[in-house]
């Protein structure tokens, strides 16, 4: 029975049956009788294997197909009226075009098959931030998930009304033919079709193709913003509590961050850290003229491999309960979960994660991976052990600072500001990161991923760095001040020079510091650096020598950044051509004239 009367909703669910032709049609209304039915059928099936109870209650397990275990930027498109909308570094088709070859494959493809309709809100039911998609889809490991990452049900529908403010999402596995594969982001028409896919990042469409890609665009016409940022709350000793979002490429310490567990020295003191969010952020100009974020998930959809108590505790606190794992191994004598990086002790009796049994000490000795790479957990938000109390705020929580990152073995220094927000706006836009050997390719590749939103800017990025300058301008002299760090920077032995994890807090007082003047800051040519006196590293035992060298800027390096034939950062800007803002060209202009002047 269909939870809603709202006319929109269910002309475009006629429609989207009639295309796909589902032997039924069931409606998600977020009762947990309703998923503890679902669970029992996709194990009946096998399409969840259900895990040890008593170690780890209410947990699943699933496998997708081989070919099937990642995003596939090169499958992802963005269809715009014009291309010039979708921009250089978006795959772009017209729409109609796209409408017409998605509709022959999506013709009778759940013939035989449930049709589940998922009605969800990204961000808390009713909040002014939030925006509700209602996902159709032929997976009940989707619903799931679905059920896991985002507010789920009738309550959903009811706070829609009316409206036909939606966006509307649609999935069908069909056969996983990679040929046919397809994740199409329509921003026009608030439209998600995908296709071909039963993995997480392609499927979950609230995730990626919702809070980022299509929210991205409607910020831009709404005059908000969906960036792909963790929020974290810092309190300190008196109980004020300061909150910050920041921008990482992958492999960069993001999840770390965002559930950092203070080193002792300062928890000792009373510092304590909140996880608002773990990956995307919405902002919005709050009625007091100050920028707040909110998270729009309820969970987390993490990497599995290198998650363990030393690296993340809480996140791997997260999944001790009610959490999906998919594509990690199994240990077959207590159907517990295991993988790479969890511990040193792979299980004997494993079963691997494309499905057969082996001894896995013997299997991973000789190279073999137990876990596929991108496995992942699925794990809800309220599990985290440092879940802030503001998470379900609906008005969200107001940011002092931004912080953007990179993986930079010689250029950026530890930690430097911009000099205000149109500069920290060229900060971000300037954004790179340098391959590790964990992706693919050669080792040290300088990649640009300006704002660490490279793939998921559902328009033209150029006209998106101009959003983010009218933000600024809106903000006005409220806006949170934003800074650049690097915990990879390496000594001439090719040493890390700062030990990351939790000690990045104390690079993070620096910048609340920073935000409420009580510190001063060194001038330089690319903006500001701290004083070595107002860094906190004590217990640390870096030298003042080290610090010196971790803060300062090597000129070549840094015009090599800017002129590279490949990597540069006028390289990258030449494709915006004169779509590039202005004021981008300007701060281009003087970082040059002031490495000129070094």
Request: charged share 25%.
């Amino acid at each position: 029975m269909a939870l809603t009367n709202n006319k929109a909703v269910l002309a475009w669910l006629d429609e989207m049956a009639a295309m796909t032709k589902p032997a039924e049609i069931v409606w998600i209304d977020g009762s947990e009788a309703q998923l503890e039915e679902l669970r029992k059928e996709a194990v009946s099936t096998g399409e969840m294997i259900k895990l040890n109870e008593e170690l780890l209650p209410g947990c699943y397990y699933h496998r997708t197909a081989e070919n099937d275990v990642a995003r596939v930027e090169d499958r992802t498109f963005i269809c715009t009226p014009t291309k010039e909308e979708a921009g250089p570094i978006n795959n772009w088709m017209d729409p109609k075009e796209m409408y017409a070859k998605l509709s022959k494959l999506y013709d009778g493809s759940m013939v035989g098959r449930t049709m589940y309709v998922i009605p969800y809100s990204m961000g808390p039911v009713g909040s002014p931030f939030s925006k509700i998609g209602v996902e159709l889809t032929d997976s009940i490991y989707v619903v799931l998930n679905m059920a896991i990452m985002t507010r789920i049900g009738k309550a959903v529908m009811d706070s829609l009304g009316d409206s036909d403010d939606f966006v509307k999402c649609l999935h069908a596995k069909k056969d996983v033919n990679p040929d046919d594969r397809y994740i199409v982001q329509f921003p026009q028409d608030k439209t998600i079709w995908s296709i071909n896919s039963a993995y997480g990042g392609n499927v979950l469409l609230g995730k990626k193709c919702f809070a980022l890609r299509i929210a991205s665009y409607l910020g831009m016409q709404e005059g908000w913003m969906a960036e792909h940022m963790l929020i974290l709350g810092l309190e300190n000793p008196k109980g004020e509590v300061k909150y910050i979002c920041a921008a990482f490429p992958s492999a960069c310490g993001k999840t770390n961050l965002a559930m950092l567990i203070p080193p002792e020295y300062l928890q000792k003191k009373g510092y304590k850290v909140w996880t608002v969010g773990d990956d995307i952020a919405w902002l919005r100009i709050g009625k007091d003229g100050r920028l707040y974020a909110i998270n729009p998930e309820a969970g987390f959809f993490g990497v599995a491999p290198g998650t363990s108590e030393k690296t993340n505790f809480n996140a791997l606190a997260a999944t001790k309960k009610n959490t999906i794992f998919t594509n990690v191994a199994i240990n077959n004598d207590d159907m517990t979960v295991w993988w790479e990086g969890l511990d040193k002790n792979p299980p004997e009796n494993a079963t691997e994660w494309k499905g057969a049994k082996v001894n896995g000490k013997e299997f991973t000795a000789d190279g073999n991976k137990l876990a596929h790479p991108n496995s992942r957990f699925t794990a809800p938000a309220v599990n985290c052990p440092c879940i802030s109390p503001e998470f379900e705020n609906p008005e969200g929580v107001p940011i002092s600072a931004i912080v953007f990152g990179g993986r930079r073995a010689k250029c950026a220094p530890l930690v430097y500001q911009s000099r205000d927000w149109t500069h920290g706006t060229f900060v971000g836009a300037t954004m790179a990161s340098e391959t590790t050997a964990a992706a693919a390719g050669a080792v040290g590749v300088v990649r640009r991923d300006p704002m660490a939103m490279k793939p998921f800017v559902g328009y033209n990025m150029a006209d998106y760095w101009n959003h983010w300058l009218e933000m600024g301008e809106k903000l006005g002299d409220k806006a949170p001040e934003i800074f650049h760090v690097n915990w990879f920077r390496k000594d001439e032995n090719d040493d890390f020079m700062w030990p990351g994890f939790g000690d990045n807090m104390r690079v993070l007082l620096w910048i609340l510091d920073r935000c409420e003047g009580k510190v001063g800051a060194k001038e330089t040519a690319i903006g500001y650096v701290p004083e070595i006196k107002d860094l906190d590293v004590e217990g640390l035992g870096i030298s003042e020598e080290k610090l010196s060298e971790l803060l300062a800027i090597d000129k070549q390096n840094w015009i090599d950044d800017v002129e590279d034939p490949a990597t540069g950062i006028k390289a990258y800007f030449a494709q915006f051509g004169d779509k590039l803002p202005a004021a981008i060209k300007a701060e281009l202009d003087k970082l040059e004239a002031n490495l000129n002047n070094m």
